[in-house]
């Protein structure tokens, strides 16, 4: 039984590689689209990410034990269908990526799906070109640095009127021991709390992005992932050994939240504050 359970992971390993392979060939192919119809390549890569998205979600629940268990403690009704979202999650492992695509699997919305991500991921072969085709935003870290990759980021995310589902990760990098301590010290020299479970978040992403999207988006989705006994990571993903993976999710519509920058700082803490109670529970 073990033997049949590793040949069929070993399968569909080498079948999301190829998949890759033939999404980004497709992908490429749409790009050459553009000149004559820049929705047309927009749409072709856009589900070129969704199919492969797609079957890696299929993939992990059937035959490698991921489990996402959906919590939703707030849900809102909005008139346009399919809504557009601004995710906003808390960060602790390199499956927290694969936690959000499930997510928005589920929602039926894998097509729109666009990230920030960490630069070095940009020539990552197949997955880091695929995620620039997408318009995904790749930030070095430094909001101020890469003010004009965001912008143009942000320009070819609003060139059309498809909806988006952005997520952003908004402490900026994964949690550890060490980066707690520093993030309580920082929040300290703010006079803002300090967390013992997230670090404090990047507020000023946090505001441009929503104050850019404002016109556009219809609901902030803040998502909490919880591993309930340890921080799985991919290796455990790889060898089978994964337990339920809980996520909590508030929904926000953007007419209720506060538009000042003062406010939305303390918004975003107050939501960090509530990720914080979670995770200690």
């Known amino acids: 039984m073990l033997r049949s359970m590793l040949l069929v992971r070993t399968f569909f390993l080498f079948a999301l590689l190829i998949s890759i392979f033939i999404a980004n ?8 689209c553009r000149p004559f119809s820049r929705a047309l390549s927009r749409r072709i890569c856009a589900y070129c990410g969704a199919a492969w998205w797609g079957f890696l979600t299929y993939s992990l629940e059937n035959f490698f034990g991921l489990t996402v268990k959906v919590h939703r403690l707030s849900t809102i009704s909005v008139a346009r269908q399919p809504k557009s979202v601004f995710l906003i999650a808390n960060h602790q492992s390199l499956l927290d990526p694969v936690v959000l695509i499930a997510l928005t699997y589920r929602e039926k919305s894998l097509s729109y799906l666009k990230w920030f991500v960490k630069d070095s991921l940009k020539w990552v072969p ?11 935003i790749f930030l070095k870290r430094n909001w101020e640095a890469d003010q004009k ?12 009127q498809d909806p988006i589902w952005l997520a952003s990760f908004v402490e900026g990098t ?7 301590l520093q993030s309580q010290k920082y929040a300290r020299s703010q006079n803002h709390p300090g967390f013992e479970n997230v ?5 000023k992403g946090f505001i ?10 219809d609901a902030v989705y803040d998502l909490t992932i919880v591993y309930p006994t340890r921080t799985l990571g991919l290796l455990d993903l790889l060898r089978g050994r994964m337990e339920p993976i809980h996520l909590y999710v508030h929904e926000f519509a953007v007419r209720d939240l506060p538009q000042s920058e003062a406010e939305l700082t303390n918004w975003l803490i107050l939501r960090f504050q509530e990720k914080d109670r979670l995770l200690r529970k």
Do not use: E, Y
């Open 25 to 32: 060939g497709i992908q490429l192919l749409g790009l050459l």
């Open 126 to 136: 197949f997955l880091g070109w695929g995620m620039q085709l997408l318009d995904c």
């Open 149 to 160: 990759k965001i912008d143009h980021g942000f320009k070819n995310i609003l060139s059309h």
């Open 174 to 180: 994964r949690k550890t021991p060490a980066k707690i």
């Open 199 to 203: 670090l404090f978040p990047r507020v």
């Open 208 to 217: 441009t992005t929503f104050k850019t999207l404002n016109p556009r988006i």
